[in-house]
């Protein structure tokens, strides 16, 4: 999948690999940078810490990197796990709204992306921030619906994600009034983004 | 059931529920839970569901994200508030 998309957006693929026993000597780095301990928010913290030790070890001139997180906040996408007949994660029975509220309301808690690239110099940016007020206003009933996020995807940006990235064949589905508004609104959202930081050369998480 | 009792209910969960010590001089009922990191999202979700067991309230959506939903005085406040409307 990485493959493709760099090829289809034109940039150069980093791999970034690390042995087991080399992941955790980053752990001090990512409790610290992170300020998070939840067990999640700490596996995907030492992954970005991977990461930004790969991409700080290239020197390019300028990195930034583009990171996706946040969308399964704005999007209540989070489910409890099972494994080895045991159910980690559990949720209370919470609206998709609540849970969403309660999920956007403690992204102040943890730095795990932010912080973590910064201790190695890469300033991060966040694109599905810069539309926090669109999603939010994404009513209970679009947020239950199975597909709630490829829908989304596909009626934002169009025949611009290749099916193989989202499932959906393009032109399945017809943007509605509203959701014509929503691809606008995100469109906006992302040219609000400074032109010197959109014309840099980026990474992709 | 006052304000007050709502508040004490909740700070005595939050004490429990996130191992705030006696002594912590930085909590307060005034505090902003999020910002000073006492409550992130997943506490916001075990708290949320201890407010509808406890005091059978259905939280609004809008009433998550305001200002007041930050500090245990002002969860407090909106408990009392959804009790005598619903």
Known sequence: ?205 | MTQDDVSDQLEAFLRIQYRIRADDSGFARDVDLFEHGYVDSVGLVELLAFMTGRFDVEIDDDDLLSDDFSTIQGMAKVVCRQVQTS
Not at chain 1, 10 to 22: F, Q, S
Not at chain 1, 38 to 56: K, P, Q, S, T
Not at chain 1, 177 to 192: D, E, F, G, K, M
Request: hydrophobic content about 45%.
């Open chain 1, 1 to 205: 999948m990485a493959e493709r998309l760099c090829h289809d957006l034109g940039i150069p693929l980093l791999k970034a690999t690390v042995r087991p026993e080399r992941l955790l000597d980053h752990l001090d780095t990512v409790l610290v940078e992170g300020i998070d301990w939840r067990d999640f928010n700490v596996h995907a913290g030492l992954v970005n810490a991977v990461l930004a030790e790969a991409v700080a070890a290239t020197k390019a001139r300028e990195p930034i990197v583009f990171t996706g997180d946040l969308a399964n906040e704005f999007l209540a996408d989070y489910h409890e796990e099972k494994y080895q007949g045991e159910t980690y994660y559990r949720l209370p029975r919470l609206s998709p709204g609540a849970l969403r509220a309660s999920l956007v309301r403690g992204l102040d808690t943890s730095n795990r992306e932010v912080g973590v690239f910064a201790a190695w110099g890469l300033p991060i940016v966040q694109p599905y921030a810069v539309a926090v007020d669109a999603y939010l206003d994404l009513p209970n009933s679009f947020l239950r619906l199975p597909d709630a996020k490829q829908q989304l995807c596909r009626s934002v940006f169009g025949d611009l994600v290749p099916s193989f990235r989202s499932g959906v064949a393009p032109r399945t589905l017809r943007a509605s009034p509203r959701r014509q508004s929503w691809r606008r609104r995100a469109v906006h959202a992302w040219w609000a983004l400074p032109r010197s930081r959109a014309n840099q050369r980026g990474v992709v998480t």
